[in-house]
């Protein structure tokens, strides 16, 4: 039987864009300076460690909730709630400034109430973007939708800085406020569609429990969607180990003034990775983009390791950022076409705990398995000086070089072993399009029909 018809275009696509680029940047700045207050405050780098990992798990744990509620209700609405939740969440830390009254466990709390939240925020605008871009232009969407995050990477440091001497922490709260309000006004200018039904639906109705553990069911029936989702978690492991250490590597042979600059570059190459993959959209065959960018990143990882010499460290930051939209936006749009509309809240917010379940235990041992493992083994007289210290040197620093350059090996292996399973390799023709198709002579904006199911 036909379904309802669903309204498709890139123009409502750009205005929530826009929104979400503007309070992504505020999100920026205020993370930075929160991040500056926590260390000032505290003077731990434990503490100050642990606001990433209470934004990290919680939002995990409540994720497949989140998704069954958001294939239940109003996308659109769920992210207006989000985004205000987050509103109200900068504006209580902006008045425990203003009174002075602001302590670090009012940090930890604020962060993972803001954890929650994104939690359903997320899945509810991955899961909308397919329902208003067409098919040919997801990857360029993706590739737009990746650009907040790299422009926020270069400016918010040095804007964040700025903005402290100027107005101080609490002005730059009140800024972040506005952005969330200006996100909000953007998505109360737009209509998101609801899905339209599909033959998973039906095996996905019962208790709100039920439909939130139907994402993993999903996932089990289709092998090659699994094993996507296995092969990300792996590298969300290598990556995040990486991403925590990159300051410490940095700093054993040089400046924070060095290392403000290797970012800046590296959120250089981000933005221009994100711009080639809105201007290109990936290759026909997604996966290969995937698989392909992810074994270069895990090469620039390797590399950045073999030397401690600064000009390595900006080219491949640049070279591993440069990567990371391209496989982020080919992923997020097979995603988005191999999974039916309507229960995409479900199974991206599984997607996202398990593949997002390895990062906190990543930021937990990551300073240990360099501090006790991997740094007194390239310490002068350590037990691979003579080998392997030989080649990549010894010394501060030259242990996390050898951890980067086997977590860099491990995710070209891994990129790898996805290209040799059939169900991954073969996944953008073995599984069929589940998106809506527009007949030969309607053009991308139009109203087009769901297929019959």
Do not use: C
């Given at each position: 039987m036909p379904q309802p018809t669903v309204a498709r275009g890139m123009r409502t696509f750009v205005i929530i864009w826009i929104g979400q680029l503007v309070s992504i940047l505020g999100s920026s700045l205020s993370s930075?300076?929160?991040?500056?207050?926590?260390?000032?405050?505290?003077?731990?780098?434990?503490?100050?460690?642990?606001?990433?990992?209470?934004?990290?798990?919680?939002?995990?744990?409540?994720a497949p909730l989140a998704g069954a509620i958001v294939d239940r209700a109003d996308r659109r609405r769920i992210m207006i709630l989000s985004d205000t939740g987050s509103a109200l969440l900068t504006l209580l830390i902006a008045?425990?400034?203003?009174?002075?009254?602001?302590?670090?466990?009012?940090?930890?709390?604020?962060?993972?109430?803001?954890?929650?939240?994104?939690?359903?925020?997320?899945?509810?605008?991955?899961?909308?973007?397919?329902?208003?871009?067409?098919?040919?232009?997801?990857?360029?969407?993706?590739?737009?939708?990746?650009?907040?995050?790299?422009?926020?990477?270069?400016?918010?440091?040095?804007?964040a800085g700025a903005l402290l001497a100027l107005i101080g922490i609490q002005g730059v709260f009140v800024i972040d406020f506005a952005t969330f309000l200006f996100a909000v006004t953007t998505l109360l200018l737009v209509r998101i569609p609801q899905p339209p039904a599909s033959a998973d639906t039906t095996g996905a109705r019962g208790s709100l429990l039920r439909e939130a553990a139907y994402g993993w069911t999903y996932l089990a029936a289709r092998p090659g969607l699994l094993g996507l989702l296995l092969l990300f978690a792996s590298a969300n492991f290598l990556l995040s180990t990486v991403v925590v250490l990159v300051t410490p590597l940095i700093l054993s042979v040089s400046s924070p003034v060095i290392?403000?600059?290797?970012?800046?570059?590296?959120?250089?190459?981000?933005?221009?990775?994100?711009?080639?993959?809105?201007?290109?959209?990936?290759?026909?065959?997604?996966?290969?983009?995937?698989l392909g960018f992810m074994f270069l990143g895990g090469l620039f990882i390797a590399l950045s390791g073999v030397r401690a010499w600064v000009p390595l460290f900006i080219a491949t930051a640049f070279g591993f950022l440069f990567t990371l939209p391209i496989a982020n936006g080919c992923t997020m749009s097979i995603?988005?076409?191999?999974?039916?509309?309507?229960?995409?809240?479900?199974?991206?917010?599984?997607?996202?705990?398990?593949?997002?379940?390895?990062?906190?235990?990543?930021?937990?041992?990551?300073?240990?398995?360099?501090?006790?493992?991997?740094?007194?083994?390239?310490?002068?007289?350590?037990?691979?000086?003579?080998?392997?210290?030989?080649?990549?040197?010894?010394?501060?620093?030259?242990?996390?070089?050898?951890?980067?350059?086997?977590?860099g090996t491990l995710l070209m292996l891994v990129s790898a072993a996805g290209y040799l399973y059939p169900r991954i390799k073969l996944l953008d023709t073995e599984l069929p399009n589940m998106l809506p198709v527009a007949s030969a002579d309607e053009q991308p904006g139009g109203v087009v029909s769901a297929p019959s199911m």
């Open positions: 930075f300076a929160l991040g500056v207050w926590v260390y000032q405050r505290s003077g731990s780098v434990t503490q100050f460690a642990l606001v990433s990992f209470f934004f990290a798990l919680p939002g995990l744990l409540v008045l425990l400034l203003l009174a002075g009254r602001l302590e670090v466990w009012h940090i930890y709390l604020t962060t993972i109430a803001a954890s929650i939240i994104l939690a359903f925020q997320g899945p509810a605008h991955a899961a909308s973007t397919p329902l208003i871009v067409p098919e040919e232009q997801l990857g360029r969407a993706n590739g737009m939708a990746q650009i907040g995050g790299a422009a926020s990477q270069i400016a918010a440091p040095v804007l290392l403000g600059t290797v970012l800046s570059v590296g959120g250089v190459g981000m933005l221009l990775g994100s711009i080639a993959m809105s201007v290109w959209g990936g290759p026909k065959r997604r996966v290969y983009g995937v995603w988005q076409t191999k999974v039916a509309p309507d229960v995409q809240g479900r199974v991206f917010a599984v997607s996202d705990m398990v593949g997002g379940f390895t990062r906190p235990i990543s930021f937990l041992i990551a300073g240990p398995l360099a501090d006790r493992v991997f740094e007194p083994l390239l310490a002068p007289g350590g037990a691979l000086a003579g080998s392997i210290g030989r080649l990549i040197g010894v010394g501060a620093g030259r242990g996390i070089g050898l951890l980067f350059i086997v977590m």
